[in-house]
DNA sequence: AACTATGATAAATAACACTTATTTGAGTCG
DNA sequence: CGACTCAAATAAGTGTTATTTATCATAGTT
């Protein structure tokens, strides 16, 4: 048995097909068959069942390719041993971002960080927090920066900022001639909300419930990015929140419209999630210290109020 | 890297020394020496310090060997998950047994399991409950039978059965005429304890603190085993307690001086612990399995006290 | 029935682990 | 200081093994 042939046998149980899990590992289909063949003379099982299309796992075969996982991350953290100790920064790595934070956050973050660890090819995907967990889970993804508190096992958070909300209401709404706004104010029943599966909708009724407990489903329209969601608001459909970031940038367009909360402002808790094996924990380690000292400069709130981005 | 490159990095981890090295590992000495170059070329870093005698770690060396620690493992449970699908019991087995619990608890074991599980290769050590824990952790025991709660990281515990003590008190001694006798009649003054190290002292002494916190050093005479123990009681110097097990096949002889305790009495939690990694389970499933059945003849007590082996 | 997709097999080759034999180097003793 | 000893490194040869290209077998599709 060999770390090799592992990772074939993981390529293939992902694939569910020779011939791409053997461009994935760059090696022609025969050795993936020859290999795996050995591997499974050697344990006398079978992990593969060939008979079905698509190809699938034996009951033997998900245990020992679960197994094969563990083995192949805990060999890679070898690499990683030996990064940390060249002090070595580089390599690929992937990030997974939720969608509402992406926009804002990624501008002022890329430029200072590639040039900063010009070695790491960073990898960036738009994400929700449910898609996040999954990769992390499988290692397609090495980190992600996500709503937190997330209490998931496997999972390991490092808090990076706590972003306040900002009140967005639009010309004639009640609450317009409001300069600040308080939490108590907010009512489920006139606020605009994304989709379901993001969980910035998920923080904001958490938000609402904490002060009205009415679980009615006929909520306003829902929209799939936070433009829309302005746009529907200025068409008086509602009022909305926004996370702080994304005021920073559109303050002279929205910024009549805008109204801040009274301390301690309701906040979302911001983290750089990670798998608990802690694999490629120096880049980790280099992200967050490069969002740290981006956003010092960009959130100066103190007082505020973390909300749980988990609807309960 | 492989995972036989990383086998022989712990062999020599281990010895300090190639040659001996490469005997455990059943190849000549140069098969070593050139796949532990191979293996640092490929990291690009040092792993053992050849210029000291004898060879030591060097500080990245120290963490590779742990991490290479972690991946046999990882690799040696692909092995344990076959075994398990095919229903197969068997292999070489290291088990570590605390000596209070050895000579009673063996005889009695061994003949049952060995035909039960012919094809399974027991090699049982006595060992300090603090020898165990060391071995479980370098992986040169698969598990142990120990007095519990130890609640060690990296150990779990799994209760066997519960072994009430018995009190031994020679003639003339002040308690001889009770028929029974209770925890408050117990004084550390006039108890002979077992040498430091076993945990069985350690057991009687939380008793006794539990109703007199006199935590003078003037204790009585101690001694290494059970038997010298009884022989000292009898020379009059004092009483002790005996583990429940070893007053059966020595009641004829000891039987007048015996003293059961009213219940609830007080007693022992015996438990085979091993590693959280879980490496061959389904023998420690078997070990359990044969135990229990043995015991739930020998030991009918039901209302016991559990007391911790630790002294705190 | 021809086509397509996909895995298995065969033969050749390049890489590799391992062995025996020998060399190098460091410490030790007369 | 040179001879001796122990242990690791190196060299050369050999059998093994992973991999490749080319080909075949099979099942599902059009």
Redesign the pocket.
């Known amino acids: 048995m060999?770390i090799?042939q592992l990772k074939y046998a993981l390529a293939i149980a992902e694939h569910k097909?020779?011939?791409k899990a053997a461009e994935k590992c760059?090696?022609?289909?025969?050795?993936l068959?020859?290999?795996?063949?050995?591997l499974e003379d050697e344990l006398d099982i079978v992990i593969f069942d060939?008979g079905k299309?698509?190809?699938e796992l034996t009951d033997v075969g998900r245990k020992i390719v679960y197994q094969a996982r563990n083995i192949v991350n805990e060999a890679d953290r070898i690499q990683d041993i030996v990064d940390q100790q060249k002090g070595f920064i580089g390599g690929e790595f992937r990030l997974g971002i939720i969608p509402t934070i992406m926009p804002t956050l990624l501008p002022m973050f890329l430029k200072t960080f590639i040039k900063k660890y010009p070695k790491v090819k960073l990898k960036i995907e738009e994400l929700t927090t449910e898609e996040i967990l999954a990769r992390l889970s499988d290692g397609h993804l090495d980190a992600a920066i996500a709503a937190t508190p997330l209490e998931s096992d496997n999972i390991k958070e490092r808090v990076l900022y706590f972003e306040p909300f900002v009140a967005y209401i639009p010309d004639n709404h009640r609450l317009n001639d409001k300069k600040t706004i308080e939490v108590s104010d907010l009512s489920i029943d006139d606020m605009l909300l994304l989709e379901d599966g993001h969980c910035f909708r998920d923080g904001v009724i958490n938000l609402c419930k904490s002060f009205k407990d009415q679980t009615d489903e006929n909520f306003q329209l829902e929209s799939g990015s936070i433009e829309t969601l302005i746009k529907l608001s200025n068409e008086g459909m509602g009022m909305t929140l926004l996370p702080y970031l994304h005021t920073l940038d559109t303050i002279e367009k929205l910024g009549p419209n805008l109204r801040h909360f009274k301390e301690p402002s309701p906040a979302r808790e911001v983290s750089i999630i990670y798998h608990k094996s802690e694999l490629k924990m120096q880049i980790i380690d280099a992200i967050h210290n490069v969002i740290s000292g981006i956003i010092r400069g960009a959130i100066a709130f103190q007082n505020v109020e973390i909300i749980s981005p988990k609807a309960k």
């Open positions: 060999t090799t097909n020779f011939t760059f090696v022609t289909q025969p050795t068959s020859t290999q795996i063949q050995k060939r299309k698509p190809i």
